[in-house]
């Protein structure tokens, strides 16, 4: 079951790294979408470093949103869905090591590409670390509850529209931790206790959604 | 040999195929479907029908498109629930305990699986691993999965440049990696050319003669000695029945 388990993360990040575009992509909307933000609302550092932390949450939760929709749709339109519920592995690991691929394909470049944007909306130094670990300890989240929206929309017409609606309002919570933890420690406050609920958040999506994903894949095979 | 048709309708009346050199053993291995009925959406596909399918038997599928070869196939594999009836592994039914009915088959569905990005070697690795093996080590496995459909030649190719056939073939040699009791073949000759077809034809006699069963659905003739057909056709429900639960 392990074995299974290492195969089909090995095989996933294989795929996503191979084709470059996944991770490629990701990233480069990431830092598109924060480059924006200066040029749209003005150079004033003020005002950056006051919306920078938003900016740069909004922008990874928009990131990872934009390639959820190829977690599980290429294995159910090539027949590659039926094998992994054939295999030795319970659909619902087969969904976290899936959900594991996404985050290190997505969520991982996200958080370490991070410091370089925060120099751009001119985030608080102190804070760097804090954006940081924050993206961290909150892309696994994001991965795990997106998994579940991408495995309702299987097989729907505008799956990628339908996504948004249905992901983008579980991403609050992460979203609101996600930015009050780096406002926080910019205040100098301490962010431990957003980040300690940020990691909660994870935590909970970490057994709930991958069984969540597989009902709902069960469903799309049927 | 061409095969020979067997099944009948009725509710309950199985009928026993004689899987050629494995007669005699007991009758409690058998893969046993009783009185099932299948239903996509509304509509039922199929309703009544029954077999039993000892070690070493094969079952040839045919039947008009729609008439629920798939469907049968899926429900086999434990992939779809039949809307009645009861389907068996010797006296042990297969709701009771899917996991251990996944590791005696195999299934071949219409979709080759095939992903575009990884090579035909990997691809094989994966699906081992994807059955709890690791054969990355086991090179010998490997090639003579690949040899048995002559898949050597693109064996590291990214799947991307391989034709309709070359896919299907590389699904196929699935069957070969890791040895399993039943195997479920959903149209396995499409795109298959001559030379490839009495590949397949030979993988499915060694099966056989290992104990092995086989139900296929297909369109072409196959040659295979001893196998009993079963014409979905005949268990369509008469037009106006309505499915009962």
Redesign the interface.
Known sequence: MMRAFIGLFRRDLRLALRQGGDTGLVLGFFVLAVVLFPLGVGPEPAVLQRIGAGIVWVAALLAALLSLDRLFQSDYQDGGLELLALSSLPLELAVLAKCAAHWVATGLPLALTSPFLAFLVDLEPAAIPTLTLGLIIGTPALSLIGSVAAALTLGARRQGVLLSLLVLPLYVPPLVFGAGAVEASAAGTGARAHLLILGALSLAALPLCPWASAAALRQALE | MPYNLVATRGKGGACRFSGGKVRGVPADTDLVAEDLACRRGERLVFAGLSFRLPPGGALVLTGTNGSGKTSLL?LL????APAAGRLAWGAAPIAGDF?EH??R?H?V???????P??TPR?TL??????????LRREASTLDAALAAFALEPVADWPCRWLSAGQRRRLALARLLLIPALLWLLDEPIAALDHDNQRRLEQAIAQHRAASGRVVLATHITIEMDDAAGLVLDAFAPPPGDVAED
């Open positions: 899926r594999a434990g992939l779809i996991a996944r590791t088959l299934y569905g219409h979709q080759d699986g095939v992903k990005g990884l990997e690795v994966f699906w081992a691993a994807l059955r709890g093996r690791e």
